[in-house]
């Protein structure tokens, strides 16, 4: 297949792939009970591998390798794009498919500390990027408004105009209370996770590609392998959309809390009369901004 001809095929790959998405997107806001049962099928579909693909390889981290020591340009200049992408579709089509460990890497961080990364393989991460294409627009459907990282059309920059567009109204939040959920990554509950997606996704084969990453290991960089019993690893494909599901679980608590975002004018008086403070969150990932009310008498 020629450039020409690649580039037109991503770009009809690219126009089904979005129709489908909103198809799943209008059908999850329309029912908010419903599981979606086939979906496996989408995953291994050529279209959705090929924009999986391009993602990948675009990406920043696309020239670091996993541990099989592949990249996406090693895959082009060896067997290609498309043979990569028809033996992978094959090995989802027979389930033969199994992901393999992550490569860890230790990125320092301010203060001295240390932030672990997971690597991927090219060939898990295409995966991954197919899956995200799939679930994506079914979950968000659920996640609320006050929910800003990792998600489409969303940034920092948003939440951050937020917090400042609510604290400068007069008579409004005045305290911000900044909070950050420690190793939120390593900790999430897989059980709790699952739970959180089953309840939009019936389809077995889907469930059980989302556990194997979950529980694909981890090479340290002492070369020991290790078991992964809790968490998704940071800086993988598919990670952040997981983190929101399992994290969406406070966003809903504080919006139907005493006080939170869903209480009316009344409720808020009455809260403030009585020394009650009136609550808002604003989430990026695992860094919270919840707000704290209380009127100043003037």
Known sequence: MNTDELEHALYMAERRVLNIQTKLHRWACDDSHRRFDDLYNLVADPGFLLVAWDRVRGNKGARAAGVDGRTARSVEAGQGAGDFLDGLRLQLKDRSFRPLPVRERMIPKAGGKLRRLGIA????RVVQASLKLVLEPIFEADFLPCSYGFRPNR?????????????SRPRNYEWIVEGDITACFDEISHPGLMDRVRHRVGDRRILGLVKAFLKSGILGEDRLLRETTAGTPQGSILSPLLSNVALSVLDEYIAQAPGGPTAGKVDRARRHRHGLPNYRLIRYADDCAPRTQREVLM
């Open 121 to 124: 393989t090219v060939t898990d």
């Open 155 to 167: 940034r920092a920059h948003d939440a951050v105009a937020e917090v400042r567009y609510l604290a």
